[in-house]
């Protein structure tokens, strides 16, 4: 059972362009939402988090949008740049139970 | 220093074989984990340890074996591979507790032949 799903699986956009990440869940009692971006070669490092009291979290380029009530958020990187290419896991927990819960990934290519 | 280190970063195992794979981290963090990373999936949990407390996941309970001498140190064993644990293995560490990072190591390739 899956239970944090991405889409797409790839996203290729181009430079200057916003990307939009997807990310639903199913477990309502998931109350934070972390976004882990990983280069090749690299592990995955903390990029951006929500937790659900918010409805939108912004960071510089990076913006979640958070729809508690459909469980589903999104990442939006604006004006992407080459260097934002890479695998973007979105992964949830619950305040009873602190494991993350990872979906698959969003392979995101930027051309220049 | 956010490092977490694994060794080694590739690793090609015979079937049958066991595997040693380890990690260290030096962030004091009372924490560690070890995942397993297929292509097109999500990062799997193994096992964790809190303090010196080992927790496995029911479903990888039998396949994998862990140890924790010391706070810094963690190792993932595996008693005899088979052709479905070649995959990426990550390590990673965090504080206790609810909103906490996650840091992780670089992963271990492994490769089952």
């Known amino acids: 059972q899956q239970q944090v799903r991405q889409s797409p699986q790839s996203l290729t956009v181009w430079e200057g362009e916003t990307a939009i990440l997807n990310c639903s869940y199913e477990n309502s009692a998931f109350d934070y939402f972390p976004w882990y971006q990983q280069f090749p070669g690299e592990g995955p490092a903390l990029l951006i988090s929500?937790?659900?009291v918010s409805n939108k979290k912004e960071d510089g380029r990076f913006t979640i949008f958070f729809n508690k009530r459909e469980k589903k958020l999104s990442l939006h990187i604006a004006d992407s740049q080459p260097g934002d290419s890479a695998t973007y896991f979105c992964?949830?927990?619950?305040?009873?139970?602190?494991?993350?819960?990872w979906g698959s990934g969003t392979k995101l290519i930027i051309k220049p | 220093d956010t490092t977490v280190k694994q060794n080694p970063r590739y690793k090609l195992a015979r079937v049958g074989k066991p595997v040693n794979l380890i990690c260290s981290q030096t962030m004091n963090h009372d924490t560690m984990y070890w995942y397993q990373k297929k292509p097109n999936q999500a990062p799997k949990l193994l096992l964790f340890y809190y303090d010196k407390i080992l927790n496995r996941e029911a479903d990888t309970f039998e396949k994998f074996q862990s140890s924790r001498p010391n706070n810094s140190f963690c190792s993932l064993y595996i008693g005899s591979a088979g052709l479905e644990y070649s995959a990426m293995y990550l390590c990673?560490?965090?504080?206790?507790?609810?909103?906490?990072?996650?840091?992780f190591g670089k992963g271990t390739r492994l490769t089952v032949v």
């Open positions: 990673a560490s965090s504080r206790a507790g609810a909103d906490t990072e996650v840091f």
């Open positions: 929500i937790l659900s």
């Open positions: 992964a949830a927990s619950a305040d009873s139970n602190y494991q993350l819960i």
